[in-house]
C-alpha cells in the first residue's frame, strides 16, 4: 500500500530527535497563546518566522504547524475555564464548556475537549494523507489557465463563507493583490508603485504587513473594547468523563470530526468555520435543544473536534495545489518560501520526507497535546488570569524585534506601523483585513498566470471558459457569489455565523 | 455627519477604497499597457484599479441608499501610543539601541491601556528589555545592537554583543 509506505517515510523523518523537539516546541507555544486571549496563531506564526531562517526547513514547518492546531487545544482551556474564547475558533466553545464549568463539570468538560480534538486530528492526519497525493496528481496537469482560475475561486470563495459584507472583502482582496505587485514587474524589470523607494523594489514583506494588520491593529482594536472577564474556574476535579458522558460525546466528535474535515480543505475555510457549523448541527440533532447553552457536553464535543479537523486539513489546498486557503495557510507558504521550498503539487514528489514528515507530525503532535494538556491545566489556569496590559507590550517587542531582524531593516518597522494603522482603520470600517493578506500573497502569481495564460492563448480570453477545468472552477465561483447574493441564502448565512 | 448618509462605515470604506483605487491608476498611466496577448507592466494593476473603483462607487451609492448606521469612534489614545511606540523604536534602535528603544515602546504602549501606571509600565519596560537580550542577542545571536553608534564602543567594552 502507498499509503502505508508514505506514512512509514513520514513517521522515520516526523520522529527524528530534532524534528520531536520543534513538534514540542510548536505545540507548547501554540497551546500557550491558545491558551492566552487577544494573540492567536496568524500573529505568532508570523512573528516566529524570522527565526525559521535558521532552522532546516522540515523542523521549522512542523514546528509552526504545531503553533496552528495547538492553538485549538489551548483555546478550549481558556473558553471553558474563563468563558473568553482564547482563539476566535472556540467561541462557541464558551456557550456549553464554561457552563459546565460553573456546574462542577470542567474536568469533564476539558477531557471531552482533549478526547474530541485527538480523535479529530488522528482522521484528519489520515484524510490528509489520503487524498493529498490524488490532488497533487490532477495539480500537475494544471494549465496557467487552471492556476488562474483556481485562485480567483480560492479568493472569492474565501471571502463567500466569512462574515459581513462581500463586497467590501471583495474590495479588500483587490486591495491585497495590488499590494502584492508592488515591486519590480517580472517581466520587464520595471518598479511599479514603489514611489521612488529602493526598499520597495523587492516587494513589501509579507511578515511585517501580518504583524501590523494582525498584531497591532488587534492590540488597538482590543484596547479600544477593554477586556471584561468572568470569574475564573480555578479548581479542577474529576476529569474522568463517565460512562454516560462518553456515550453522549460519542457521536458528536464524529459528526465534528466529519464537518470540520470538509470545511477545512474548501478555499476559506479553517477552524472558526467548523465550530460554527458543528454547533448548529449539534443543536439540531438533539432530542432536547434547549439543552444548549446550558451545559450541553455535545456542544463542546462537536466544535472542539470540528475546529481541530478543519486545523489539519486546510493543509490540502496549500500542500498540494499551493494555494493557500486562508491567511494562517498564506503565512506557512511564506514560510516554505523561506526555505526555498515552493509549495505546490511537486513538493510531495521532489522533497517526501519534508512533506510526509509534516503529515505524521500532525499527528505525533495531537498525541502530545493531549498528554501534555490535561496534567498541565494548573499552569494553563494560571496563565489565562495574565492580564493584558502586561500581555500586549511583550506582543508589540517580538513584534518589533521580530520585523526588524527579518532584513535587518528599520524600514520594515516603519511598514509594520503604517500597516497596524491600515488594519485598525480598516477593521474600524468593517472590513475584514484576512482577504487582503490572502491577495497580497497570491498577486504575483496570479498576474504571472495570467499573462501565460494569454499569451499561449494568443490574446483570446476565452482560454478561460473553454478549457473544461479553468470552466468549472470558474462556473464553481460565480454560482458562490450568486448564491452569497441572494437575499434569503444571505439571511440564513449571516444567522448561522451569529449563533 | 451629513444626514444623506445613512451608513457612514460604507461610506467612508468606499471612499477610501476609492482614492486608493484613482491614485493607483493615476501612478499605473506611466507604465505601458501591452497587448491582451504580451501584457505590459500596466494591464492588470489597471484592471484591478477599474474594478476597485467600481467597488468602491457600489459601496458609497449603497451607504446612501441602505440601512442605517452609525461609526463608532476611533480609540485616538491607544492608536497614537502603540503606533508612536512602535515608530520610535524603529528610530531609536540604530542610533541609541534595542536596550532603550524597547523600554520607550514598552513604556509608551503600555500606558495605552487604562489599566496601566506609569511606574509598574516603566518596570515591565526594563524586565523586557533584559528578557530580549537575553533571549534574542545573548539566545539567538541576533545582530542588533544593544547600544547605539551613539554609545560607541559601550556596547563592545561591556560584551553586549552577540
Known amino acids: 500500500m502507498d499509503l502505508f509506505h508514505n506514512l512509514a517515510i513520514g513517521l522515520g523523518a516526523a520522529i527524528t530527535p530534532i524534528n520531536l523537539v520543534y513538534c514540542f516546541i510548536g505545540c507548547v507555544l501554540g497551546t500557550l497563546i491558545g491558551v492566552l486571549p487577544g494573540i492567536g496563531p496568524a500573529a505568532t506564526i508570523a512573528m516566529l518566522l524570522p527565526i525559521t531562517f535558521t532552522l532546516k526547513a522540515d523542523a521549522a514547518l512542523i514546528m509552526l504547524a504545531g503553533i496552528y492546531y495547538g492553538a485549538q487545544y489551548g483555546g478550549s482551556t481558556t473558553a471553558i475555564l474563563v468563558n473568553l474564547p482564547g482563539?476566535?475558533?472556540?467561541?462557541?466553545?464558551t456557550l456549553d464548556g464554561y457552563q459546565m464549568a460553573r456546574q462542577g463539570r470542567a474536568g469533564v468538560a476539558l477531557a471531552t475537549s482533549a478526547i474530541g480534538s485527538f480523535f479529530a486530528g488522528t482522521v484528519a492526519t489520515l484524510i490528509l494523507a489520503m487524498f493529498a497525493p490524488p490532488l497533487a496528481a490532477i495539480a500537475?496537469?494544471?494549465?496557467?489557465?487552471?492556476?488562474?482560475?483556481?485562485?480567483?475561486?480560492?479568493?472569492?470563495?474565501?471571502?463567500?463563507?466569512?462574515?459581513?459584507?462581500?463586497?467590501?472583502?471583495?474590495?479588500?482582496?483587490?486591495?491585497?493583490?495590488?499590494?502584492?505587485?508592488?515591486?519590480a514587474d517580472v517581466n520587464s524589470g520595471l518598479p511599479r508603485f514603489t514611489f521612488g523607494l529602493p526598499e520597495l523594489s523587492d516587494r513589501l514583506e509579507l511578515v511585517a504587513v501580518a504583524m501590523g494588520m494582525f498584531g497591532l491593529g488587534e492590540i488597538i482594536t482590543n484596547l479600544q473594547h477593554q477586556e471584561t472577564r468572568g470569574s475564573v474556574i480555578g479548581k479542577v476535579t474529576g476529569l474522568m468523563p463517565g460512562l454516560r458522558d462518553l456515550k453522549d460525546m460519542s457521536w458528536p466528535i464524529v459528526r465534528g470530526t466529519i464537518v470540520g474535515s470538509i470545511l477545512g480543505i474548501l478555499p476559506g475555510g479553517g477552524a472558526m468555520l467548523g465550530s460554527f457549523a458543528s454547533y448548529s448541527i449539534e443543536k439540531k440533532m438533539a432530542k432536547d435543544p434547549s439543552r444548549f447553552g446550558r451545559g450541553a457536553i455535545e456542544g463542546v464535543a462537536g466544535p472542539e473536534s470540528a475546529n481541530n479537523a478543519a486545523a489539519q486539513t486546510s493543509f490540502i489546498p496549500m500542500l498540494t495545489l499551493g494555494i493557500p486557503s486562508n491567511v494562517i495557510m498564506a503565512l506557512m507558504a511564506g514560510a516554505m518560501i523561506i526555505q526555498g521550498v515552493q509549495p505546490g503539487p511537486a513538493v510531495m514528489r521532489e522533497q517526501p520526507e519534508l512533506f510526509w514528515g509534516l503529515i505524521v507530525s500532525m499527528w505525533v503532535g495531537n498525541l502530545m497535546l493531549v498528554i501534555l494538556n490535561l496534567p498541565l491545566i494548573g499552569i494553563w489556569v494560571r496563565l489565562c488570569t495574565v492580564p493584558y496590559h502586561h500581555l500586549y507590550p511583550a506582543i508589540m517587542v517580538f513584534c518589533a524585534i521580530g520585523v526588524f531582524t527579518l532584513n535587518n531593516s528599520t524600514f520594515d518597522v516603519y511598514i509594520m506601523v503604517l500597516f497596524g494603522l491600515v488594519g485598525y482603520v480598516f477593521t474600524k470600517l468593517e472590513c475584514e483585513p484576512a482577504p487582503m493578506l490572502l491577495g497580497m500573497v497570491l498577486g504575483p502569481q496570479m498576474e504571472e498566470y495570467l499573462r501565460r495564460a494569454m499569451l499561449l492563448s494568443r490574446g483570446d480570453p476565452l482560454v478561460f471558459v473553454q478549457r473544461p477545468i479553468s470552466a468549472g472552477l470558474l462556473v464553481v465561483t460565480v454560482l458562490a457569489m450568486v448564491a452569497v447574493a441572494m437575499p434569503t441564502i444571505r439571511a440564513k448565512r449571516d444567522e448561522a455565523l451569529k449563533e | 455627519m451629513p444626514s444623506f448618509i445613512r451608513n457612514p462605515k460604507d461610506f467612508f470604506a468606499g471612499l477610501l477604497f476609492?482614492?486608493?483605487?484613482?491614485?493607483?491608476?493615476?501612478?499605473?498611466?506611466?507604465?505601458?499597457?501591452?497587448?491582451?496577448?504580451?501584457?505590459?507592466?500596466?494591464?492588470?494593476?489597471?484592471?484591478?484599479?477599474?474594478?476597485?473603483?467600481?467597488?468602491?462607487?457600489?459601496?458609497?451609492?449603497?451607504?446612501?441608499?441602505?440601512?442605517?448606521?452609525?461609526?463608532?469612534?476611533?480609540?485616538?489614545?491607544?492608536?497614537?501610543?502603540?503606533?508612536?511606540?512602535?515608530?520610535?523604536?524603529?528610530?531609536?534602535?540604530?542610533?541609541?539601541?534595542?536596550?532603550?528603544?524597547?523600554?520607550?515602546?514598552?513604556?509608551?504602549?503600555?500606558?495605552?491601556?487604562?489599566?496601566?501606571?506609569?511606574?509598574?509600565?516603566?518596570?515591565?519596560?526594563?524586565?523586557?528589555?533584559?528578557?530580549?537580550?537575553?533571549?534574542?542577542?545573548?539566545?539567538?545571536?541576533?545582530?542588533?545592537?544593544?547600544?547605539?553608534?551613539?554609545f560607541g564602543d559601550l556596547n563592545y567594552i561591556l560584551h553586549l554583543g552577540p
Open chain 1, 87 to 93: 482563539e476566535a475558533s472556540s467561541v462557541v466553545t
Open chain 2, 18 to 150: 476609492l482614492i486608493i483605487s484613482l491614485g493607483e491608476l493615476y501612478i499605473a498611466q506611466d507604465y505601458s499597457m501591452g497587448t491582451a496577448r504580451r501584457m505590459g507592466p500596466g494591464y492588470f494593476p489597471v484592471v484591478l484599479g477599474m474594478i476597485l473603483t467600481a467597488f468602491a462607487l457600489i459601496m458609497i451609492f449603497r451607504a446612501l441608499l441602505g440601512k442605517r448606521d452609525v461609526m463608532d469612534s476611533f480609540a485616538f489614545k491607544p492608536l497614537i501610543l502603540i503606533l508612536g511606540g512602535s515608530l520610535l523604536f524603529a528610530v531609536m534602535v540604530r542610533p541609541i539601541g534595542m536596550f532603550p528603544a524597547i523600554v520607550v515602546m514598552v513604556f509608551l504602549s503600555a500606558l495605552g491601556s487604562k489599566a496601566s501606571r506609569p511606574l509598574p509600565a516603566l518596570l515591565l519596560g526594563l524586565g523586557l528589555a533584559v528578557g530580549s537580550v537575553l533571549a534574542f542577542v545573548k539566545g539567538l545571536g541576533q545582530p542588533i545592537p544593544v547600544l547605539g553608534s551613539w
Open chain 1, 140 to 183: 500537475l496537469k494544471f494549465g496557467p489557465a487552471e492556476y488562474f482560475a483556481l485562485m480567483v475561486l480560492g479568493l472569492v470563495a474565501s471571502v463567500v463563507l466569512a462574515q459581513g459584507s462581500l463586497i467590501k472583502a471583495l474590495a479588500m482582496i483587490i486591495f491585497g493583490l495590488l499590494i502584492g505587485i508592488i515591486g
